[in-house]
């Protein structure tokens, strides 16, 4: 089974809008941390917002917002008035905490997203 | 301050060839991670290091991949012979501590590798 989902594989949005990117994940590990990256057409990996399993409130970075939903599962990225430099494909991961050793994060399959004029 | 680094930025090669790619971890880090991203199957991670030890190596695909770190400031991904499929772009990333679900991860530039 998949760790992460990630149901948009492609998503059109006018400039100024709102975009919200689906997330799901699956884990038995009662402590986890959730993480957006955003890759732009160069390629470089950027991180964008941290959520962690036991916080009682929703992540926010400036204009990116985390609606962490623990019993569905669930961590939506939240883009508010969208810009034409957010175009990129965005990655929902994962890192799980069980085991005591440093795991690496699982990454969904990504969500591209174009901002149109 | 400098990130992780990662070298070649580009590497093209003929199928047989050893590839060998290169990555300098952020100072003071102690984990450090190889992933592989392909167009098929997304960002896979092949190996991670914690204190210069290899902790897990499951998603390294074949005995071909292999993957080293002689010290806490250099690790290197080795594929021999290479082959067409392994065409991918490798990413190194690196994070604080382990064990830390928190910490985030910091990923070089990667390496854009083509086998031809």
């Known amino acids: 089974a998949q760790k992460i989902t990630q149901t948009q594989p492609g998503m059109f949005v006018q400039e100024k809008e709102a975009v919200t990117l689906d997330c799901t994940y699956d884990?038995?590990?009662?402590?986890?941390?959730l993480f957006w990256y955003k890759q732009p057409s160069s390629g470089e990996m950027i991180f964008l917002i941290y959520q962690g399993s036991y916080d009682q409130q929703n992540a926010t970075e400036g204009r990116y917002s985390l609606n962490f939903q623990k019993a569905r599962k669930s961590a939506n990225l939240v883009i508010s008035a969208s810009q034409l430099g957010d175009s990129a494909m965005y990655f929902c991961?994962?890192?799980?905490?069980?085991?005591?050793?440093?795991?690496?994060?699982?990454f969904g399959k990504g969500t591209h997203l174009i901002i149109q004029p | 301050d400098a990130g992780v680094i990662q070298s070649p930025r580009h590497e093209v090669t003929e199928m047989g060839q050893e590839v060998t790619l290169r990555c300098k971890p952020i100072?003071?880090?102690?984990?450090l991670f190889w992933y592989r991203q392909t167009m098929m199957r997304g960002l896979e991670l092949l190996i991670y290091?914690?204190?210069?030890?290899?902790?897990?190596d499951s998603g390294m695909p074949e005995d071909r991949f292999s993957a080293k770190m002689p010290n806490a400031s250099f690790s290197t991904l080795k594929i021999q012979p290479s082959e067409p499929r392994d065409s991918a772009v490798y990413f190194c990333?690196?994070?604080?501590?382990?064990?830390?679900?928190?910490?985030?991860?910091?990923f070089g530039s990667g390496t854009q590798l083509s086998v031809l």
């Open positions: 991961a994962m890192r799980e905490r069980s085991g005591g050793g440093a795991d690496g994060l699982t």
């Open positions: 100072s003071g880090h102690n984990s």
């Open positions: 290091f914690n204190n210069n030890v290899p902790i897990d």
């Open positions: 884990t038995s590990d009662p402590s986890y941390g």
């Open positions: 990333a690196s994070s604080p501590r382990a064990g830390g679900g928190g910490e985030k991860l910091f």
